[in-house]
């Protein structure tokens, strides 16, 4: 729950992080907290737009102000780690503005921007920035007119006779993850930086310099609050990275990557121990990192419950979310299925590795509003689920957040094949550049490692080896490289090189930004949908668009993964697994074949899709994850 670093933490913060105490307990016994002089640094990340989710802003006001009761409110901090501003309904309409107003009303003290902070463009972003009440810093956001740090690279805040220095980072993906030419001239050159190279070695220095520089300046503790996170697909650039190539810094604060990091421990460049923190994302905890001055000793946890809420900051939120009630709860179509960001079974995020229904219908919308023969939309640019039932604004608006405008392009069959490509190079790690398809299928051959290469920006330049994008058919015909195809999804791939989409610069516009993504989802499901999701998108899994073959679902002596074919709808002796004992009853077997799932396997074979539970139960013995099966395997069905 919790890591400390040199101590064991107080009593009194241990019931804290417990979550059994509500904030009157907690003030009375504030008395003996406050003579150890206790530094308390609360902290949040990637909130985008959550104003009323998990512990929501007004349950981190009440414990701030709990917190404040019981350590002196000189002796707590409020942080946030970036990508507060956009994600949600209400940061779209108002272009972050009235999310800003809501962080000035919780009283946040520091605040280090993330990628999708630029969302809105520069001038926005600065003009926000400037709202803030906090002190906004990042060490690494370089104008390059200039080569200085836009914001100051760290502060210094006194707690009585000593001195924290707090470090800002933001990650260099925000080049590719917010949109590239909102960094950008006219011309396409350059205007900022984030300290960008290969190695990360850039990146490293820069941090390392600004921590060296507090320490002269009379910091006793550095605090690094970044929007780096921990994800493969961001190497060099990731928190764990940083922390091993440099010395100096004795806490981490990370956003990025919505990973849930409680107090873990990561060594420096010297061996030493530096606490790495992270709370996910939405408000689904709050982060506590508390230093002990008489000591030296620092702990770090997360805080995942908490029942108070500030009366003065709920009403606030409460008036902003009356304020867009109507136009929020208006009813714009409806769906008969739910429709998914997340594995059925796990709960765990898969829209951006693997194919869902709601990739499906929102790739589809492209395709078919604009009249393309191909569409795609990024599995990052899919923000929320939408439940079965009545759909609002509001879950539009939340599925496509940005105000990304629909366009479409005519490119080649390599340019496709390349964007592809790109999109699966992390496969089957997370990547936000995955792309769902329409009119198109695929298969992603994950033994091929990626031969992909990158810029500096993590633009795309070139494929230097074997591509593990294969079998691409468009419209039921194999994907010819020489041939033209319109391409149908957003500007911020399409024109702006989002994601690091660069096959697509020169393209032939076709349509250009013809209305708001949101719409293009509204109007399909009104207009070719007739109003209604229906079963088509019952698969959670989607329609078996996207092939993915891994090394192994399951090894089994009679067929090693490696040995598994390319085709396996006839696999050709000895490869074949030894048929299982027929079950008892009707129960039979069936054979996995391309772009299957459990879900479409019950569904076709059962007659419903739920009925994928009963399958996974019966195969346990060779199925680890029901959300990997492997093409090939013998699976024994329940009975009809």
Known sequence: MENLHRRALPAVLTLTMALTMAAPALAAEGTEAQEGNDIVILHTNDVHCGIEDGLTYAGV??????MEEQYGAENVTLVDAGDAVQGGPIGTLTRGEYLVDIMNQVGYDIFVPGNHEYDYQMPRMLELMDMLDATVVSSNFLDLSTGESVFAPYTILSYGDVDVAYVGITTPESFTKSTPAYFQDEDGSYLYSFCEDESGQALY??????????????????????????????????????????????????GHSHTTIDGQEVLNEDGETVLLNQTGTKLSALGQVVIDPDTGEISAGLITEYQERDPDTQAFVDSINQEFSTILSQVVASTDVALTTVAPSTGERIIRSQETNLGDLCADAYREVLDADVGLINGGGIRADIAAGEITYEDIISVHPYNNQATSVR?????????????ARYTPYENGGFLHVSGLTYTIDTTIPSSVVTDVQDNFVRVDGAYRVKDVMVGGEPLDLERTYVVASHDYMLLSGGDGMTMFDGAEVVKDRVMPDSEVLIQYIRDYLGGVVGQQYAAPYGQGRITILTETATETPEQPAEEIPAEPETPAEPETPAQPEQPAGNSKTYT??????????????????????????????????PDRIQIGQELVLPAA
């Open 411 to 423: 490119v080649t069959g390599q340019q496709l094949l390349d964007a592809l490509e790109l999109g």
């Open 61 to 66: 006001s009440a414990y701030a102000r709990a």
């Open 205 to 254: 220095d820069n941090v390392q310099a600004s921590v060296d520089a507090a320490r002269t300046e009379g910091a006793d503790y550095v605090v690094a609050v970044a929007h780096l996170g921990v994800d493969v697909s961001s190497a060099p650039w990731r928190s764990t990275d940083v922390i091993a190539n440099t010395h100096g810094i004795d806490v981490m604060i990370d």
């Open 592 to 625: 996995v074949q391309s772009g299957d799932c459990l879900w479409n396997i019950a569904a076709r074979e059962l007659g419903s899709g739920l009925r994928w539970s009963e399958i996974y139960e019966l195969n346990r013995d060779i199925l680890s994850d």
